[in-house]
């Protein structure tokens, strides 16, 4: 079974400025991965970051980075520079063995102040 | 635009009734899944269907169904609607084979279901 949680239901950032998001993860299987979802007002669920567990490096996308580690099941999404855009529901996921089906945690509400 | 389209967008009905959603996954996609948002029980898993087979089932009330056609398009049915099916219902595919690509789910908009 997998689980993931999300400690912080709500968090707020200056534009401009650095964020950290935390999640936590649980899992039986040995080749698994890790990702974090954006939705915004819109709805839209729109991929920001993957990680494979298998790879030490952390995964960064231009102003998105993780810090994976794995001994401590922890994958935290940083982004730099925050923008107005940047604000939105963000989601923890994890999937692994042979379906890739993700499991979510409950979701971190990132508001961005002007 | 992820290039998964789900229709329709809103969907308003009464309780006891049947639905289709429908979903067509992006261009070479033979994996397609079915997630269920509400306030909750957040972003659930419903069903996944490889190929025209269903590959996994998650937490899909007996109540509903789904399956995947020869042209890949996928169709979920609920039937015996109850006020608690009101939630907004994903469609995601994702690669034809192994390799990470096949990890990387692309979402649809969603259709929005509400029960009366």
């Known amino acids: 079974a997998q689980t993931v949680t999300q400690s912080q239901p709500e968090m707020s950032v200056q534009e401009a400025e650095t964020v950290t998001l935390s999640c936590t993860y649980d899992t039986s299987e040995s080749d698994y991965y890790l990702f974090w979802y954006k939705q915004p007002p819109s709805r839209q669920m729109i991929l920001v970051i993957r990680q494979e567990a298998y790879k030490q490096q952390n995964a960064t996308e231009n102003r998105f980075s993780v810090n994976f580690q794995k001994a401590a099941k922890s994958f935290s999404l940083k982004i730099s520079d925050s923008q107005l855009g940047d604000a939105a529901m963000y989601f923890c996921?994890?999937?692994?063995?042979?379906?890739?089906?993700?499991?979510f945690g409950k979701g971190t509400l990132l508001t961005v102040n002007p | 635009d992820s290039g998964v389209t789900q229709t329709p967008k809103h969907l308003i009905t009464a309780t006891g009734q049947r639905v289709t959603l429908r979903c067509s996954p992006r261009s070479g996609d033979l994996s397609v899944y079915w997630y269920q948002q509400s306030l909750d029980q957040g972003l659930q898993f419903l069903i996944q269907?490889?190929?025209?087979?269903?590959?996994a089932k998650g937490n899909i009330l007996e109540r509903f169904s789904a399956q995947q056609f020869p042209d890949l398009h996928s169709e979920l049915n609920l039937s015996s609607l109850e006020l608690g099916d009101s939630a907004l219902y994903f469609c995601?595919?994702?690669?034809?084979?192994?390799?990470?690509?096949?990890?990387?789910?692309?979402f649809g908009p969603g259709t929005r279901l509400t029960v009366l």
């Open positions: 269907y490889y190929n025209g087979e269903e590959r």
């Open positions: 995601a595919s994702s690669g034809p084979s192994g390799g990470s690509s096949y990890n990387e789910q692309f």
């Open positions: 996921a994890n999937s692994g063995g042979s379906n890739y089906k993700l499991t």
